[in-house]
């Protein structure tokens, strides 16, 4: 942390120390207030979302809707705190971030090859349950993240090979 000089009007110079956020959200009160706020915000968003599904879905924006936008905020400063002292799961959301714009491109497609296999099995000839969007199946919602997220890492993988590889022939031939 650094330190400033404040100077008051008669001139005297003060130390102080930078207070940064970091510094306000690790006081144990402030860190209460923000999981109580970000359960009663939850309550709220479900609520509000059940209530008013319509002015949602036709975007009817309300003072109220921005509680959703501020409850994610506190929540990712909140569990970006934890991560942070379990190392192991520190480094695979990190990789996972490092492989989000593999992850963007790759799921959906990848669901909808899941949805073309269940419907296959159950014999969807006509394809009316394929055709839901996003997808087809949303009670095996488990199934649809583990796989299109490890087929996606997977693919992910594959790419930073490919460029590794290419990399070291460029290197090498310079």
């Known amino acids: 942390m650094r330190n400033y000089v404040v100077f008051n009007n008669s001139g005297e ?5 930078n207070s940064s956020v970091r510094d306000f959200l690790s006081k144990r009160i402030v860190q209460i207030v923000l999981v109580v706020l970000m359960i009663v915000g939850y309550v709220y968003v479900y609520w509000y979302s ?4 319509v002015d949602l879905i036709f975007g009817s924006v309300t003072l ?4 959703p936008g501020i409850v994610g ?6 569990l970006s705190g934890l991560l942070k002292a379990v190392p192991c799961v520190n480094r695979f959301f990190a990789y996972l971030g490092k492989c989000s714009l593999v992850i963007m491109i ?10 073309k296999i269940i419907c296959l099995y159950i014999g969807d000839a006509d394809g009316t349950i394929y055709d839901k969007i996003p997808v ?16 996606s890492l997977i693919v992910a993988w594959v790419v930073n090979r490919i460029k590794a590889t290419y990399r070291s022939r460029a290197e090498s031939s310079s």
Request: aromatic letters at 14%; hydrophobic letters at 55%.
């Open 73 to 78: 905020i506190i929540s990712c400063l909140i």
């Open 106 to 115: 790759v799921h959906y497609p990848i669901l909808k090859i899941i949805d």
């Open 13 to 17: 110079g003060e130390v102080v120390r």
């Open 50 to 53: 059940t209530k008013h599904w």
């Open 136 to 151: 087809s199946f949303p009670n095996i919602w488990p199934v649809y993240i583990v796989v299109s997220i490890g087929v």
């Open 64 to 67: 109220m809707m921005y509680l």
